[in-house]
């Protein structure tokens, strides 16, 4: 039997600098490229109404937890069946200082600080990508 596992911390930083708003009042002033405001934003990690004014450097964090187990088993000379398990888990994505904005699409609101991006599964279950060997009867092991 084959045993295996992986723990993976995936942390992404992003300081967010830079930025530009082109606003148009409706769709022909937008096809006539007749801007009505230029907004530039030199600093987008500046205080904002939507993480309660929260400033600076984001930090989104995240861990994944991987283990598989196989085996081999050898049925004649001539055929041997590989076979196994596989599990992934996925912690929720999240900010170190609880600072992201989430935006619900569906209801086209911005959702409480704190409410996960997405629901985390535990139930990642997989069969380990082998697949059986078949000899002629002249080959050699």
């Given at each position: 039997?084959?045993?295996?596992?992986?723990?993976?911390?995936?942390?992404?930083?992003?300081?967010?600098?830079?930025?530009?708003?082109?606003?148009?009042?409706?769709l022909?002033?937008?096809?006539?490229?007749?801007?009505?405001?230029?907004?530039?934003?030199?600093?987008?990690s500046?205080?904002?109404?939507?993480?309660?004014?929260?400033?600076?450097?984001?930090?989104?964090?995240?861990?994944?937890?991987?283990?598989?187990?196989?085996d081999?088993?050898?049925?004649?000379?001539?055929?041997?069946?590989?076979?196994?398990?596989?599990?992934?888990?996925?912690?929720?994505?999240?900010?170190?200082?609880?600072?992201?904005?989430?935006?619900?699409?569906?209801?086209?609101?911005?959702?409480?600080?704190?409410?996960?991006?997405?629901?985390?599964?535990?139930?990642?279950?997989?069969?380990?990508?082998?697949?059986?060997?078949?000899?002629?009867?002249?080959?050699?092991?």
């Amino acid at each position: 039997m084959k045993f295996g596992g992986e723990i993976r911390p995936v942390p992404v930083y992003t300081d967010r600098l830079g930025g530009t708003t082109y606003t148009y009042s409706n769709l022909n002033v937008f096809l006539d490229n007749s801007l009505q405001q230029v907004k530039y934003l030199g600093d987008v990690s500046a205080p904002s109404k939507f993480n309660d004014g929260l400033t600076g450097v984001r930090q989104a964090r995240q861990e994944c937890y991987i283990w598989d187990v196989q085996d081999e088993w050898k049925l004649r000379p001539n055929l041997t069946l590989n076979y196994g398990l596989g599990y992934e888990y996925y912690t929720l994505l999240s900010e170190r200082n609880d600072g992201a904005v989430v935006f619900d699409p569906g209801a086209g609101v911005i959702v409480p600080r704190g409410t996960a991006f997405y629901k985390s599964s535990k139930t990642n279950f997989l069969p380990r990508r082998q697949t059986g060997t078949i000899h002629s009867a002249g080959d050699a092991d």
